[in-house]
């Protein structure tokens, strides 16, 4: 996704922040601090030095390579955040769009669900 999404929220949102982090276990410190300068990196993440109205805790999760994988909990941004309708076409009608077809391809959506977005009140 090129450019950036804007999250409409509900009128009267309450913004809501995290007080105190949420703890990283010991064995998994040193992988998370690899991942998250990894994601700087690849500008997923920036850093931001100062309190946000808006801080949603993270949740680390161990893979079986020993990486680790970090996800948002955005639980709380959800409650308050107006949802699109973007209907989608009946799996019938896509799959006869491929009749005929001869060659297909795979695709491979790792960390595909980055994006950059903003919050906004209207």
């Known amino acids: 996704m090129k450019g950036f ?3 409409k929220l ?3 949102a ?3 922040a995290m007080t105190s982090p949420r703890r990283v276990p010991i064995p998994l410190l040193k992988p998370t601090k690899a991942e998250l300068e990894r994601m700087v990196v690849e500008k997923v993440i920036t850093p931001i030095l100062k309190l946000a109205e808006w801080c949603a805790p993270v949740v680390i999760a161990p893979k079986s390579d020993g990486n680790v994988r ?3 909990d955005l639980v709380e941004l959800n409650k308050n955040v107006m949802r699109e309708l973007h209907p989608l076409p009946k799996a019938e009608y896509s799959l006869n769009l ?3 077809a001869k060659m297909f391809s795979k695709l491979d959506a790792n960390s595909g669900f980055w994006f950059q977005n903003t919050i906004t009140s209207r």
């Open 5 to 7: 999404y804007s999250i």
């Open 10 to 12: 509900k009128p009267g």
């Open 14 to 16: 309450i913004p809501f």
């Open 70 to 72: 970090i996800y948002v």
């Open 98 to 100: 491929l009749a005929g």
